[in-house]
Every structure is written in structure tokens, then in C-alpha cells.
């Protein structure tokens, strides 16, 4: 192996030594990730309760009978249209707010920032289902220390629809934001010093050298970390079950995940259950090559 | 210091924001402790205060002694630490290959990495479960109820995101290097192990806090997947054991959180210069 | 390397093979019958769980020094999640435990789940076996055949606050149209109580008013049911109830997502005026602030005097069909579920035992429980017997309806025939 020529870069029998070197990710992926997912979809063409399970009834193959009836429930496009709004919520929040500390945290002492770290990274740290618990206590209806800072002692903030929404909404930019801030403020850090001295020697604005030169140079990271928060953000799971006691009141705080969760062990509808799977991973496959296309569209590539 | 975006005049305001953010991000943290320390009738206090004189471990106390605590967290850490190990020399080999090597498939490999973690993790449950059954009957350690069903799965879940983010860190290594370890004599497996695995070492280490919380913070499959087996929980499933139907161990829960958050944030602490540098190299390929 | 890729292309090809259809398990009898080794219990968790710890300790104790070479391991399981820790147990029958207390709801469900065994032998030939209430044991017979040992009778009756009636000069309702304004007055009166604690997800308090008013969850006709929860009578029984969720009497914002534990969790807070509790959380209510300071009556029907027919709840005790520990399981089972541990069980929480000779002794011992043998010996009524009902319990289509209209989302009608719907369907399959 070791006794090739040296070319510029690449040498014979790449593909080889490649495979070699990918064999036990592959494996693993395969067994693991590859066959779970086929019998996923497989599972999702057929009528599979807890009956037939446990082999007490016979299989029945129902074709693409699950997906019809998911699509004309009418409570699926409810879930459906949620879990995308409060997806995109979560995503431009954590966006947003990772972004404008990254760029804070360069502008401030080290002192200061190594503060913010410490926090950011906590937040980080704290295990969702701790997290989820300790949000719910700091706005629990009676003990919450928020309802007394406001004065609104008893005020549940779990009941309405769109508050609970927004609470969970705030706890999960809470703990993703600092992926986003750690990643771009080095990302910004290791742009030379140089480049931006040249645009400010050019008398551009602090505004304008943000957008013309550094935009630019981070849009790579920016591409990452908005891929990878959409794909943890649309499969948020932990926060709604914990802090919405499972989907809320009627179901009405579910999103898909949940959903997913609820329609396959609680109801033992595992087949709608595989369903409601698949048809989120091309949901989320969709957006994600949309968003590609329209980057590549304004001359990104991957 | 020197930033590209430093400008003197507004940095006073500036650090007074970066203090007030580090601050309310910190809180509900600040919270959690507090809440563990403070004595169980200030805890459920229709005027919850945020201080208290009267500091104890109580709480502590009983998050350690109640349902053997302990165990618990031997188990988290043991599945922790080998889920690292393993899926740290596994995505290092792989990440070697996609970036090292040009070869067909590459990029539709490297696209099936991005879709496997688009799969809901919670929809794989069901299947995952009767692949686990299944094992289980060959090989009963790594099957249901048993700690190696948990590492199974979360090696494989882990997997992708490690492979993507150290393949940066690979690619970041100047192919010159290579190329004058090879000129050396040195085999591709000496240059891999003794020249490409420690310059690589800043990636790994970021790689590594990744799957460890990964491992650590899981709640679901720990809950599918040990049906019955008190002695091989973990310890998310330990805090359930506060939340009651009558009136939740508040007290308990949150110390039970600070002692599951804190070897998390150790990690973190410890590896913190690495994991910015880290990052920032994994997003450079 | 081509012996990799063949192996990838090769593993992959098995799996496709393997997997032309979605994995069954086979008959979960593993056949051995070990005398030695663990003994896996599950237990409910309940309000206020200690008293039950320490009687189940005490049992345990007891079982493992007349076994030696026998531990046993309890664990405590959350009521809201039961379905999927049951259905995971079915599932692996290997890692399921041996002994298993379950509600009578789900007999019908687990048992079609192929999860418990049958042991109609072990209990007719068991001496204490001959004083089980026939009509209790009948809940525990699918078919014919006994899945379970009934461990205790639950029935609700109303609990409410005596200093709060007496300061306000009030008497306990006589018709269950007259729970609501007295709910309504105490709390104009006593604005930080509720006028009565109720739940949208609390079915079993609930139910009462459907069939106080002559409505049903669901009629058989031929083995085939068909849900009636949307007829004129339930209707009017799911008004009655929801007119109690309201901001006047419990406001939606507080009591829409509780059920019957926190709904009963407020009574013992001392923040109720009345709740629909059981026998079963009377050890617990008087271990609260509202000890000392309430009583309990029938839950009064349509006409004065006559008692809203109650849910006739209760818990079983059942061996795993996959117990590798059969004998050892029906022992422990006949020790914890036996005349001496329910008697008890009752001392500890209040739990009304399923022995003709034990239920009449406590009864005639202990005042508390009459308003509760008064309420069953009125007739109590049961959930539609069929394995379906596990479905619509696990899908919550009745919390769900009570929760629609409780929050304003749907009217009576609207929430009461999207369940029916549901419930058909899943009477359908």
C-alpha cells in the first residue's frame, strides 16, 4: 500500500483504501441507521397494531392505505402547518439570536465574553429534558418565579395555545443558540484581520464592511448551522413532551414529531406512526434541497 | 484585543449588553442550583424568592440515596465514554476516507449523511426495537434491557453529525503534509495514526463533546429500550423518578439536573478553547 | 476493496430478504418454570405512593425469607404511561417482568396483547379464591377465562370541604343538577377555591353524569359496538359536566389538563370545595390540609336520593405470559393480593379489598366507607368490554372530547360526534 508514487494528490487505488477506511462506518450506518429506516417505510405500508406485533393477528398489507388516511385527517394538516410555523420560529430565533451575540462577543473584552461563553455554553450543556423541567418550573402557574416577578401569581403558561407554543419556542432557542454563537464567532475570528482593514482603509462603513466582506466569507457557516437547525428544530421532541404534558390540552401543542410518537405507542397505530416518519423526513428533505437550490440559485455551492 | 469589527466608543455599552445576556441565559442555571440547595418549604412557596438563607443538601440527598442514583450514573458514564471512543476512531476513519480520497459515490455518500439525520429519531423507535429483539437473541448483552442496545443506537445516531463535522477538521490538514510523511516512507497507516490523529486532535475533542452529550442527554431510547431493568437505567430516566402524580420533588428534580448537567458542563469547560477552534475548522471544508 | 463492498451489498441483500414484512413475535411461552432467581414486579404509582411502599415492602419481605435463592425487584409505574411501558413489555417478552398490577380497563386490551396468563386454574383452586366477589372477579374474565386477581374495588364518590359548607351555610348537592350553582356560590363566596375540582381528562368523574342521564359510551349489539357517547342523553351528560370548567367554577386554564390525580391533588391542597375522589385517596386525603375537615357523600343522580351510577374501577394483579417464573408469580401473587395483605392494603390507603368477607368486615368497621359500598351496591357500570377499548383509551378520544369543550374549542355536539367517529373506527378494525 505504501509503496505508490506519489502523484499531486490523489493516488491509485483510492477507492479502495476509501472503502477500507469507511467499511466500519458503513456497517454500522447500514445495520443501524439503513435497515431501521427500510423497515420503517415498510411498516408504514401495512395495517401494524399491537396485535399483530405480537403475532396474534395476520399482517395486512394496506399500500399507501396509512398515508391516504393521514393525508385527509384533518388534524395531520393542523399538526402539519404547526410544527412548520413553530420550526421556522425556532429556527430564525436561534439564528438571529446566535448571530447578533457572535458578532457581540467580538466586539467586547475577554472578560465579558468569556462570560457570555460560560453562560451560552450551560445552556448548552443542560440535558433537554433538565432544561425542559426547569423551564416549566421557573413558569409554573403557583411556585414560578416569573408569575411572581409579574405579579401574575396562578397565570398558566402552558394553557393557551399559542403561549405554550411560544414559551417551548423560547426554551429551545435557549439551549441551540450556542452552537450557532460559538460557531460563527470563530468562523468570524478567523477571518485575517487584514481583509477588513482593507475594506475600512477603503472608507466603507462598519455596516457595509459587515455585509460586503464578512457575510460572505462566513455564508459556508451560515449554509451549516442553518441546515443543521433546521433538521434539530423540525424534530424537536423532548421540550413539547415535557413541557406541554405530552402535546398540550386536546393535543392542540402537538407537532409532528410528538405526533408520530403519540399516534405509534400510545395508540399502537405503529403503521401511521411509520407514516407520519416517512412523511416527515421528505417534509424535511424537501426543505432542505429547496433551500439548497435557492442558495445555489444566489451562487452558493455546497 | 483586535477584532475585525472593533471600534473603541461603543464598547462600554457593549459589555454592559454581553453582561445582561450572559446573565438572563445563566438564570434559569442560576435557578436550577438555587432550587436544589434551598430547604423543601421554600421550594413550593406561593413567593418564591430568589435567594435563600438557609442553604442544605437535602435535596442532594435524596436524588442520591433514592433509587440508587449512583448506578444510574455508572451506567450513563460507561455508555457515554464507549460511545465516544468508538464513534471518535469510526468517524475518524470515514471522515479520513471523504475527505482524503476522490472516489464514486463520495458525494452521494456524503448527501446520505445529511438525509439519515433528517429520519425523526423518534419514528425509528419502533423498528429499532424489534432490531434489538432480534439481536438480543444472539448476542443478549447488546439486546433490549441490556446497556449495549443503548450504545448500539447511539453510536449510529451520533455517527453522521461526527462524520460531517470532522471531516473539516481533516481537510483543514495541508495535503503537503501528507505528501512529505509519504516521501518519508512513512505507511498510510503510521502517517494516519502517528502524523494525521494528533493534528486532528482540536476536531476530535470538539467531535467528542458532541456525541457525549448526545449519549448522555438521552431520554427516549433509554426509556424504549429497558423495559424492565431497573439496574441498567440511565439517569434521565432517574429524574422521573421525582416527577409524581401528586405534587413533583422539585427540590429533587433540580439536584438531580445539576448533578446530570455538571459532568456536561466539565467536559465543556475543559475543552472550551478547543471546541470554538473546532467548529470553526468543521465548517472550513 | 471488493470483498467490502460485497459484504455491504451482501448484508443489505439479507436484509431485504429478512425483511419482506414488518417483524412478529412468535408465542411469548418461554415453557421453564424457574423456582430460584428475580422477580420482576410493576406497581402503580399513586398520590401520596408510601403507605402502599411499605405494605408492598412488608410482602416482599415476607415472600423472600419463605423463598430462599428469590429476590424481588418492585418498580413503581406511571399510571400516563402505562400503554407504552405494557405494550413494550408484550413486545419482548424476555425483558418483560413477572407480576403486573393493571387496571381493569385495559384487561380486554392486554389480553387480546396476548400479555398476561391465564389463570383461571391457580385461582379456583385456591382456598381464599372462593370469598372473591363474583361480580369483582368477573372483571377480571375474558371469555370466560381469569387474567387477573382482583386487588382492589375503585369507586369515586363526592368528597367535600365540611368548614367550607358550614361557614357558608350550605348542604351537601341532592341532585346532580345542584353541583354546579353550589360550586358556582362557593366560589363567589371563597374566590381562591375552586367551587370543585375537576379534570377534562378525568374520564372516570365524569362519566357518572353521561349516565346519570341515561347516556352510554358505547352499545353491543351481537359482539359489535357501536359508540352512543353522541346520543340526546350523553350529551346532556357531557354538558353537564363541562358547565364545571369553567372560570366560575374551575376555570380551564387550571383544570382542563388535569386528571382525576390532580384533580383530587387540589382537594388535598386545600385549594377545592369539592372533588369526585375514590376510595383509594382517602389515606391520601387525610394526610393533606384538608384532613379532618371534609366528609363524603354518594355522587348524587338525577332525582333526589337516587346515586349517579359510578365507573366500577379497581386494579388486578396478573402474571406475565412470559414469566419464566410461573409458579414463583402466581405465589407472590396470591401473597400480595391474598385476604391478609389487602386487609392492609386497605389500612394503608384506603383501598376497598375484592373478598366478600373482608369488604363487609371493613365496611361494618369503619363508617368512611359507606357513602362507597352504598355507591356500588347502586350499580356501577363498566367501559365497553372489548380489546378496542385499549385503542381508545390510549388515544385519549374521551379526554380529548371533554378537553375540546372544556377550552371552547367545539361545542357539546360537534366534540361528542368527532369522538363517536373515532370510537367507530376504532370498533371498526
Redesign the interface.
Known sequence: MSQQVVRTRFRRGDGRVAYAYLAPALLVLAGLLGYPIYQLVLISLFDYGQEQVSGGAALEFLGLGNYRALLSDSQFWTVLAQTVGFAAVCVLGTLLVGTALAVLSTRVRTWARTLLFLAALGAWATPAVAGSTIWLFLFDANFGFVNEVLGTTGFSWTYDRWIAFGLVAAQVIWCSFPFVMVTLYAGIKAIPVEVVEAAALDGASTWRTARSVILPLLRPLLLIVTIQSIIWDFKVFTQIYVMTNGGGIAGRNLVLNVYAYQQAFAASQYGMGAAIGVVMTALLLLITFGYLRALRRTGEEL | ???????RP??TV??G???L???V??F??Y??VL?ALKPSAE??????R?WTFAPTLDSFTRALTVQSFGRYFLNSVVIALIVVALSL???F??A???T?????S?TT?LIML??????????????????M??V?DTVPAF???HLGSLV??H???G???A?WMLRGFVAAVP?ELE?AA??D?????RFLWQVLFPLVAPGLVATSVLSF?HA??D??FA??FI????ENQTL?LA??VF?????ND?GA??A??TL??IP??V???FV?RR??????G???G | MRFVRFAVVAAVGAAVVAGCAPVQSGPASSGSDEKTGQLRVWLFDEVNRGPKEAVVKEAVEEFQAAHSGVTVDVQYVQVQTRAERFKAAFSDPKSAPDVAEFGNTDLAGYVAAGGFADISGEVSGWDEGADLLPAVLDTAKVDGKVYGLPWYVGVRALYYRTDVFAELGLTPPTTLAEIAPLARRVRAAKPDLLGISVGGKYTYGAMPFVWAKGGEIAEEEGGKHTAAIDSEQARQGVAAYTELLRDDICPPAQCAGNGGDASVEAFRAGKAAMTIGGDFNRKSVDESAAAGKYAVVPLPGETAGSIAPAFSGGNLLGVMSGTERKTLAVEFLKLLGGKQYQQKMFTAMGNLPTFADVQAEVAKNDPFEEPFIKTLSAGARFVPVTADWAEIDAQAVLPTMFQQVATGAQDVNTATTAAAEQMNAAFGS
Open positions: 484585543m483586535t477584532s475585525p469589527l472593533g471600534k461603543g464598547r457593549a459589555e449588553v454581553t453582561v445576556v450572559a446573565a441565559v445563566a434559569p442555571l435557578w436550577m432550587t421550594v413550593i412557596s406561593a413567593e418564591p430568589p476512531l469510526i468517524s476513519l470515514a479520513t476516507a471523504l482524503r480520497f476522490r472516489f464514486r463520495r455518500l445529511l438525509v439519515v439525520q433528517m429520519v425523526p429519531v423518534e419514528a425509528l423507535t419502533v423498528p429499532l426495537f424489534f432490531l429483539r432480534s438480543g439486546g433490549l434491557n448500539l443506537v453510536l449510529a445516531f455517527l453522521p453529525f462524520i495535503v505528501e509519504t516521501l516512507g512513512a505507511s498510510r497507516f452529550i448522555w442527554n431520554f427516549l426509556k424504549t423495559i424492565s431493568a431497573a434521565p429524574l422521573q416527577v409524581k402524580p401528586d405534587q422539585w428534580i433540580m438531580g439536573s446530570m448537567t456536561v458542563l467536559f465543556f469547560l472550551q471546541l470554538v477552534s473546532g467548529l470553526a468543521a465548517v472550513k
